[in-house]
């Protein structure tokens, strides 16, 4: 039925409860179900026919079973609301498609001559539309004086809604009794005769008492359902919220996906470039080797044949750095040996140029995960996507047993003590002793770019990037703040802290832990600059360095300074401050020990390896559970005086005390 601008209150009602939800039909003998859903007898009776007295059937609507009753589904409880609304309705309605309400006692009008005029009374206990005249009379007999006679005015709804409240309830055992009576014993609404055949004795009370009280109470009721309806509809809005996100994060992660893949063939097809290069440089070697003179001296001799068995070891067994790294002495001593060859016919020596497979290729073959990276699913706010395993070169072997690789790439000068180096998308920013500056260089040619300066910053002392936010977090010690800055140099918040702060690192998550050398503590911020814990360190835990909260239950720490007893990377109780374990001891420059670990990073991909900058001793420890792993850089690889450590991907970034910053490339530090 089409719902009208101007229907009344009794159409919409009829419209909105006297439908069946199986048939679509007016009801027909409506039973209702514990769960309080009406269905037509008839319908029910078909949708339930396979059920016997006792199982256990579902309602259509919400699925809630109940227990198919003993005399069948004729015996469950009648819907006499919706059948009064039926009558009402039917009230309110023309008969027998006239156009006209006619009298239902003497078949006219209300004038009670014509049949024009709709009738306009109606006598509730009769349950009969009546004209003017027979109004009148049915006033004048004795019996009828106490009935109740309302106007069938149209429109009225607040007569309807009186008149559907007040409208007589019959009995369920005596039909032609009104129920006036609620048995509190036995919870049913009874007549007087019911009372005096089987309740008399219990406790009873009117009708309408017991109907107003239980109308307050679900009327609360209701009230909290409304309140439970609009948080599910927040609720709703959040899901479609998060649908649009899911949408748009696997759009992000297809297009990740494509350019990892892009970039590795890349990689490949780079590599295996240079393989044909070098190929095509050892024939030409090779080719003037066999056109060399051999029949010199027995010392030339053997001085070509150590220097063959070095270059075939060499071009068989060695690495691309390595390869890299002596080229030039080999092109010096083959030249070398070629000009004292004394001028007689050479005699024809056969070389054969084998290509090996990468080891890594087979290594690929059988490793489970994704050359591509793997997909994972977590909170609005974390990555994605891993990152991709990047390309090994085996080469030294680790203190227990793991192999380490790095290359040496190149060296970005500078001037000024470095305090903080962080990667944000294709830069490297950089920030400098007693410097409000903040200098940007190109991640791909490590060519300076552009400097900006932050307002309002004074005596900073460390920097950390955040890839949750893309933004820049620098401490300045004097003003006692944390900065906020967006990749383009622009200011987007500053937060005002109660002590100096020293250190800083960001987590995953976003969140921003603080190290207070002065105060002895720690404290984690969110991105909003909101404080979300705090830390008082052990007292013997003396010059503490940068921080990370980890799993919301412990704190990593790096302490220690030139003179003091202790120079540690601790794990503590992130809620009493126990020290749980650590790595290093007392100052010093034994394998495990550290003098001064002035820095720390987290390895990328992994749950408990770190990087430590060891400052005196001039390497890198790289640790895992608090136990060396090997040293990763030492001063053999020309690193000095290590102030500030930074990894992205492969790259390690190694700012030393003389403001230049060394990069090397390290495969297998992130492998377990």
């Known amino acids: 039925m089409a719902e009208q601008a101007n229907d009344t209150f009794v159409e919409k009602a009829f419209r909105e409860l006297a439908e069946c939800s199986i048939c679509c039909d007016i009801f027909d003998e409506p039973k209702m179900l514990p769960c309080l859903h009406s269905f037509c007898l008839k319908c029910l009776s078909s949708y339930g026919k396979n059920k016997n007295p006792g199982d256990m059937l579902s309602c259509p609507i919400c699925r809630l079973e109940f227990a198919v009753p003993d005399g069948g589904y004729s015996t469950l409880r009648g819907n006499f609301f919706v059948n009064r609304i039926k009558e009402l309705y039917k009230t309110t309605q023309s008969s027998g498609g006239q156009m006209v309400l006619l009298c239902e006692v003497c078949g006219l009008g209300n004038d009670g001559e014509t049949r024009i005029k709709d009738v306009e009374n109606f006598c ?64 049913s609404a009874i007549c007087l005769l019911c009372y005096a055949l089987k309740h008399n004795g219990h406790q009873c009370d009117s009708i309408e008492t017991v109907a107003e009280k239980e109308r ?39 297009s990740s996906i494509q350019n990892t893949a892009t970039e590795m063939i890349n990689v490949i097809a780079n590599h295996r470039d240079r393989v044909i290069d070098d190929l095509n440089l050892k024939k ?9 003179k051999t029949d010199e001296l027995q010392t030339i001799r053997i001085k ?4 063959y068995q070095f270059s075939k070891m060499l071009m068989d067994n060695g690495n691309h750095a390595e390869v890299a790294k002596l080229s030039d002495d080999t092109h010096q001593k083959a030249k070398n040996l070629q000009e004292i060859l004394v001028s007689k016919n050479p005699t024809k020596q056969e070389f054969e140029i084998n290509f ?75 920030s400098r002793l007693r410097s409000s500056n903040v200098d940007i260089f190109c991640l791909t040619s490590y060519k300076k770019l552009r400097t ?12 950390a990037s955040c890839s949750v936010s893309n933004c820049l977090y620098i401490n300045g010690q004097e003003d006692r703040c944390i900065y906020k800055i967006g990749s383009n140099g622009k200011l987007l918040d500053c937060w005002k802290v109660q002590d100096k702060p020293f250190r800083l690192s960001v ?64 794990e503590l109780d992130a809620l009493k401050g126990h020290i749980i374990q650590w790595y290093g001891g007392a100052e010093g420059s034994g394998p495990t020990l550290i003098n ?66 060394q990069v090397f490339r390290v495969f297998n530090v992130d492998l377990d």
């Open 507 to 570: 987590d995953s998550s976003g969140c921003v832990t603080v190290t207070f050398r002065e105060a002895l503590c720690l404290r984690v911020y969110g991105m909003n600059g909101s404080s979300l814990k705090s830390l008082k360190l052990p007292d013997d835990m003396k010059s503490p360095r940068n921080a990370f909260y980890i799993d919301g239950n412990k704190f990593v720490v790096c302490h220690g300074e030139l003179g003091e007893p202790l120079h540690r990377v601790c």
């Open 304 to 307: 070509m044949e150590s220097f």
């Open 284 to 292: 030409q070697l090779k080719e003037k080797e066999l056109n060399a």
């Open 452 to 463: 900006f300066a932050v307002q309002g910053l004074q005596d900073p002392s460390d920097m």
């Open 356 to 430: 090996r497979k990468s080891e890594f290729l087979m290594k690929l073959k059988k490793e489970p995960k994704n050359l591509v990276g793997d997909l994972t699913i977590g909170i609005p706010g974390t990555e994605a996507l891993k990152k991709s395993p990047s390309l090994p070169n085996q080469e030294s072997k680790a203190q227990q047993g793991r192999t380490v690789t790095k290359l040496f790439l190149t060296k970005i000068q500078g001037t000024g003590c470095i305090l903080g180096i962080s990667v944000l998308g294709s830069q490297i920013f950089v």
């Open 596 to 661: 001064v670990p002035v820095h720390m990073i987290r390895v990328p991909n992994t749950v408990n390896k770190y990087l430590v900058a060891d400052l005196n001793n001039h390497r890198v420890h790289l640790i895992e559970n608090f136990q060396l792993i090997t040293h990763i850089l030492t001063d053999k690889d020309g690193v000095k005086l290590v102030r500030k450590l930074e990894m992205h991907n492969d790259l390690l970034f190694v700012a030393q005390d003389d403001g230049c910053i």
């Open 124 to 187: 509730v206990e009769c349950r009969q539309k009546m004209c003017s005249k027979c109004c009148t009379l049915h006033r004048q007999f004795a019996i009828c004086r106490t009935h109740q006679i309302v106007p069938l005015s149209p429109g009225n709804d607040s007569l309807m809604k009186d008149l559907l409240k007040e409208r007589m309830s019959p009995c369920e055992v005596h039909p032609s009794e009104k129920v006036q009576l609620y048995c509190v014993n036995c919870k």
């Open 216 to 254: 307050q109470c679900i009327n609360q009721e209701l009230e909290e359902i409304l309140k439970r309806i609009e948080e599910i509809k927040k609720q709703e809005n959040s899901v479609e919220l998060l649908k649009s996100n899911l949408i748009r994060s696997i759009g992000v992660a297809e």
